[in-house]
């Protein structure tokens, strides 16, 4: 018989879960090999970032929304190497390096695991000059803060309220709304107002307090009101909005019923995608690492972003 180390492996190694429930529910192990499909790709994971609705999912909170077969390997943000391509995906090659925001219609394989089936949809080219943990940080927030920007209408000379600033898309929408000339007023815990001032936003406590300080800064009202932190933001809506603005919430329907503005839900974009990943490439977006951990200590990166204060992004590597 052949030594143990030289036997062909043809699983792959993955942190599942196989009931709802909380992080003691996940556990690395070996899965067989993903299959591969007609319009995808398989990609060998480098770094994986997390994000909350991959724990949400986890939880079961989202079912009725989003259908998961278990057992489920969590995890949409991806980067890493094309290992075999699809029947018809001419767009890629094996040895291509890319990054997806990777969300298929049913959760079961994320990128929490060696290897990942990737839509070719979801998935674009990593620059050089961005490395593989970046491009893992960067798909699902970047993409949701870029989405919310748009549907926002903020433009060049808007004054922006962003609730939520310091985490994952937070971060992110400071420098995008930045970016196309808005001046930005961001709410973060104490700790991180050096680091919103960093980012180019005017950082304000959040809780009480929140509407005179707000006030003090833009007398006049906000143009526009990004909510990416939920719970009681959107209650001062009302005292800080100007008549005409306009509020988009990632996590507030109040956003949509009640003020008239926009519930966004981030969709796979590659072009946008390609576009974010250019202007980290480039120096004009800044990919902030809270930590990183090895695959066998994923569930500490999960205990780490469940407690709901990360600044930037957590990352895995695989
Ligand atoms: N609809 C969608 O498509 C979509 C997409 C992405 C995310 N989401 C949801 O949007 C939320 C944010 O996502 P994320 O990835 O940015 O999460 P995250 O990175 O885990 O957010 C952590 C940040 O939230 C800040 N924070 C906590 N409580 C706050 C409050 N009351 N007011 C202002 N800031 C507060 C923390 O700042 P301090 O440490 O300073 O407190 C920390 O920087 C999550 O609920 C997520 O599930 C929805």
Same mark, same amino acid.
């Not at 591969?36 to 909350?52: H, K, M, Q, S």
């Not at 748009?150 to 433009?155: H, I, M, T, V, Y």
């Not at 526009?224 to 719970?231: E, M, P, R, S, Y």
């Given at each position: 018989?052949?030594?143990?180390?030289?036997?062909?492996?043809?699983?792959?190694?993955?942190?599942?879960?196989?009931?709802?429930? +909380?992080?003691?529910?996940?556990?690395?192990?070996?899965?067989?090999?993903?299959?591969?499909?007609?319009?995808?790709?398989?990609?060998?994971?480098?770094?994986? +970032?997390?994000?909350?609705?991959?724990?949400?999912?986890?939880?079961?909170?989202?079912?009725?929304?989003?259908?998961?077969?278990?057992?489920?390997?969590?995890?949409?943000?991806?980067?890493?190497?094309?290992?075999?391509?699809? #029947?018809?995906?001419?767009?890629?090659?094996?040895?291509?390096?890319?990054?997806?925001?990777?969300?298929?219609?049913?959760?079961?394989?994320?990128?929490?695991?060696?290897?990942?089936?990737?839509?070719?949809?979801?998935?674009?080219?990593?620059?050089?000059?961005?490395?593989?943990?970046?491009?893992?940080?960067?798909?699902?927030?970047? #993409?949701?803060?870029?989405?919310?920007?748009?549907?926002?209408?903020?433009?060049?000379?808007?004054?922006?309220?962003?609730?939520?600033?310091?985490? +994952?898309?937070?971060?992110?929408?400071?420098?995008?709304?930045?970016?196309?000339?808005?001046?930005?007023? +961001?709410?973060?815990?104490?700790?991180?107002?050096?680091?919103?001032?960093?980012?180019?936003?005017?950082?304000?406590?959040?809780?009480?307090?929140?509407?005179?300080?707000?006030?003090?800064?833009?007398?006049?009202?906000?143009?526009?009101?990004?909510?990416?932190?939920?719970?009681?933001?959107?209650?001062?809506?009302?005292?800080? #909005?100007?008549?005409?603005?306009?509020?988009?919430?990632?996590?507030?329907?109040?956003?949509?019923?009640?003020?008239?503005?926009?519930?966004?839900?981030?969709?796979?974009?590659?072009?946008?995608?390609?576009?974010?990943?250019?202007?980290?490439?480039?120096?004009?977006?800044?990919?902030?690492?809270?930590?990183?951990?090895?695959?066998?200590?994923?569930?500490?990166?999960?205990?780490?972003?469940?407690?709901?204060?990360?600044?930037?992004?957590?990352?895995?590597?695989?």
């Amino acid at each position: 018989m052949r030594p143990a180390a030289r036997r062909l492996r043809l699983g792959m190694k993955a942190l599942v879960y196989r009931d709802f429930g +909380g992080s003691d529910r996940l556990e690395l192990t070996d899965l067989p090999e993903p299959h591969i499909g007609p319009d995808t790709l398989v990609v060998r994971v480098v770094a994986a +970032g997390i994000n909350p609705v991959d724990y949400k999912v986890r939880e079961g909170y989202l079912r009725g929304l989003i259908d998961t077969s278990l057992p489920a390997v969590p995890g949409w943000d991806v980067a890493g190497v094309v290992e075999k391509t699809g #029947l018809d995906t001419p767009e890629f090659a094996v040895g291509d390096e890319v990054l997806a925001y990777a969300r298929a219609d049913v959760v079961q394989h994320g990128s929490l695991a060696e290897l990942m089936p990737v839509p070719v949809r979801t998935a674009t080219r990593k620059p050089d000059g961005i490395s593989f943990e970046q491009a893992a940080a960067l798909p699902l927030t970047g #993409l949701t803060a870029l989405q919310s920007i748009e549907r926002s209408g903020l433009g060049d000379g808007s004054t922006v309220l962003i609730h939520g600033a310091a985490g +994952g898309v937070g971060s992110f929408a400071v420098q995008l709304a930045s970016l196309r000339g808005a001046r930005v007023v +961001g709410t973060a815990s104490e700790r991180n107002h050096d680091y919103l001032r960093d980012l180019g936003a005017e950082p304000i406590a959040y809780g009480e307090g929140l509407v005179d300080a707000a006030t003090a800064l833009a007398p006049e009202g906000f143009d526009v009101i990004l909510d990416f932190a939920g719970g009681s933001s959107l209650d001062s809506t009302g005292a800080l #909005l100007k008549a005409g603005g306009r509020v988009v919430s990632i996590a507030d329907p109040r956003a949509r019923t009640e003020f008239g503005g926009e519930y966004v839900w981030v969709r796979p974009d590659p072009a946008q995608l390609g576009e974010l990943a250019q202007l980290v490439a480039d120096g004009a977006l800044r990919v902030e690492l809270a930590a990183t951990y090895p695959l066998d200590e994923a569930v500490a990166a999960f205990a780490q972003l469940e407690e709901g204060h990360t600044r930037g992004k957590i990352v895995v590597t695989v």
